[in-house]
């Protein structure tokens, strides 16, 4: 098989094919031949040295893979050769042509489910839908929401309406806007531009939104300013290029506006996982989940981790061995 790692931390060039034997399934694993290797944010971090669950190299990037079963382990009933499946592959890498997955997670794609779109429910859907959980989403209430075209956001846009949300408020880079509109959003506005916040509030009345997702970590930025008294707000990534500590100006509305700050990874949801997987698998072949996709060959792993980097993508990418 081929499989993609790489031996130190760096830009894109240090993606490096590595060809060796097909891995054997163990007891309770199935052999998959991949068809579509999913790409995610934490990837791209990874490879920087800037993820801080891979603190060491050599390491094979990709969490999550759908392809075809080819072999099993013993113990493992109920797969035949050629089932559609799709699964996370935490550590042993996914950006290759051949993968092992526990059978137990291997989750079943229904027939008008491609590959491709499929690898956009695994890590980028679980979060979207786990997080709105856990910031306990009510209906009627407005949701704000970053990178809103990107891979958790676009999906977090969609499932926030489907859950009853009321104002869905996405941020994205301008050329964005239209896509973030289409799927579902309220309105949307350019987080590049100071003064961004002061139309959130005017989008929600001047209250602010009771759901904050905040892709990017930024304690000192101004989607503090558009919070809502009693707000939710969950930081799960990392993106914004600066830091600031929390300041007294920042602290005491925190206080006296009843503000929950609270972290999120979507490992902490793994038992409810199949749940998840479940409810977005049927929205998405009934029509109302849409998953959108930029593929690139698997050879060009590099490229595609570049076009992520420099904010070129929308939805979903995947590598196609
Ligand atoms: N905690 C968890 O369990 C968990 C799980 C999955 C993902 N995440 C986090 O969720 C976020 C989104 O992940 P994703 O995989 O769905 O990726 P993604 O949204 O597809 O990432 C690319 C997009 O992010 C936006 N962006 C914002 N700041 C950026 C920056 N500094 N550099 C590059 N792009 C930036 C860009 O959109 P615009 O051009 O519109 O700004 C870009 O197109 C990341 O912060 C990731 O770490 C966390």
Sequence with gaps: MKVIEFQRFGGPEV??????PDPIPKAGQVLIEVKAAGINFADIMAREG????????PFRPGFEVAGVVTAWGEGVEGFRG???VMGLVFGTGGYSTHAVLNAREATRLPDILDFAPATAL?????????????????????VLIPGAAGGVGSLAVQIAKIKGAGKVIGLA?????????SLGADAVFDYTQTGWSESVLAETEGKGVAIFLDSQGDFGGEGFHAL???????????????????????LWPLVFKNITVRGYTVDSNTAEFARGLGEMIGWATSGRLQLSVQRFPLSEAAHAHQAISSRQTTGKVVLEP
Aim: cysteine-free; proline content about 6%; overall charge negative.
């Design 15 to 20: 993606l490096e094919w590595i060809e060796e």
């Design 50 to 57: 800037a993820y801080p669950r891979v603190k060491t190299v």
């Design 82 to 84: 050629g089932e559609r």
């Design 122 to 142: 695994l890590v980028q859907g679980l979060t979207a839908f786990f997080l709105l959980e856990t910031g306990d989403l009510q209906a009627g209430q407005s």
């Design 173 to 181: 880079s301008p050329s964005k806007h239209e896509l973030v509109r």
């Design 228 to 250: 809502a008294e009693k707000a939710h707000w969950l930081i799960y990534g990392g993106q914004a290029e600066g830091s600031s500590p929390l300041m007294p100006d920042r």
